[in-house]
């Protein structure tokens, strides 16, 4: 049974950071890349960033490109989102999601499974 579990988000001012971590289990993490995705109130689902199975390549939102690196880590079975230069529209729930394939999809149909989200409020 996949399980994606999410965490490190919060509170952060303006220009601030914080470091979001998904923990995985359940399929063989290292063979799927792994994207994130958020929903803003009254808002869809917004893919955000996407990282290959072996880590090789990542892809980002035009919105988040420069700000927000991704990693991921296969011996630990966790892939991460360094959320840097914080914006009050940055505020959002945020999902990890489980890739369909090895290469990243920049769309959220792209993947098959979603964790339960962390809350991030960007706000003075």
């Known amino acids: 049974q996949v399980q994606l579990v999410e965490s490190g988000g919060g509170l952060a001012q303006p220009g601030g950071s914080l470091r979001l971590s998904c923990a995985a289990s359940?399929?063989?993490?290292?063979?799927?890349?792994m994207s994130w995705a958020r929903q803003a109130p009254g808002k869809g689902l917004e893919w955000v960033s996407g990282?290959?199975?072996?880590?090789?390549?990542?892809y980002y939102a035009d919105s988040v490109k420069g700000r927000f690196p991704i990693s991921r880590d296969n011996a630990k079975n966790t892939v991460y989102l360094q959320m840097n230069s914080l914006k009050p529209e940055d505020t959002a729930l945020y999902y990890c999601?489980?890739?369909?394939?090895?290469?990243?999809?920049?769309?959220?149909?792209?993947?098959?499974?979603w964790g339960q989200g962390t809350q991030v409020t960007v706000s003075t």
């Open positions: 999601g489980k890739g369909r394939y090895s290469n990243v999809r920049v769309t959220t149909s792209g993947y098959d499974n």
């Open positions: 359940g399929f063989a993490f290292s063979r799927y890349a």
């Open positions: 990282i290959r199975s072996d880590g090789s390549d990542t």
